[in-house]
């Protein structure tokens, strides 16, 4: 159980690590448009697929999410996510509030409506 408990602050604290390497000035373009993507998602208040959704709804927590935020940080620059580790540790440290995003829960509103969408016009056809 320590091991979860430990791999749990592990992806907690590279998340946040993400989000200060999203504005930190060395990180390169396209690693920036993952790391807001894994943040605005991990952050988000509404999951891609409900929790209330049988094994499925808990893939995304369990393996998505560290999944995503385990690339991103494959692709940071060693420097920057040095400097932004060492943010994230004393941020955690100090017990900020807790981050959140609304633009991440738009981000997942915006694909649930899109999927419907999508789902809609095909059940129209059939």
Same mark, same amino acid.
């Given at each position: 159980?320590?091991?979860?408990?430990?791999?749990?602050?592990?992806?907690?604290?590279?998340?946040?690590?993400?989000?200060?390497?999203?504005?930190?000035p060395?990180?390169?373009?396209?690693?920036?448009?993952?790391?807001?993507?894994?943040?605005?998602?991990? #952050?988000?208040?509404?999951? &891609? +697929?409900?929790d209330?959704v049988?094994?499925? @709804?808990?893939?995304?927590?369990?393996? !998505?999410?560290?999944?995503?935020?385990?690339?991103?940080?494959?692709?940071?620059?060693?420097?920057?996510l040095?400097d932004?580790?060492?943010?994230?540790?004393?941020?955690?440290?100090?017990?900020?509030?807790?981050?959140?995003? #609304?633009?991440g829960?738009? &981000? +997942?509103?915006?694909i649930?409506?899109?999927? @419907?969408?999508?789902?809609?016009?095909? !059940?129209?056809?059939?």
């Open positions: 159980m320590q091991g979860i408990q430990q791999w749990a602050r592990h992806v907690k604290r590279d998340a946040v690590t993400l989000w200060f390497a999203y504005r930190h060395k990180t390169p373009w396209h690693v920036k448009a993952l790391a807001a993507f894994v943040v605005a998602y991990a #952050l988000s208040s509404i999951d &891609l +697929i409900p209330f049988p094994v499925l @709804g808990y893939l995304d927590d369990a393996l !998505l999410l560290p999944g995503l935020i385990w690339l991103t940080i494959r692709l940071l620059p060693r420097e920057v040095a932004c580790r060492v943010t994230a540790d004393e941020w955690m440290s100090r017990g900020e509030s807790k981050l959140r995003s #609304l633009w829960a738009a &981000l +997942i509103l915006v649930w409506v899109g999927a @419907g969408a999508v789902l809609w016009r095909w !059940l129209r056809q059939g």
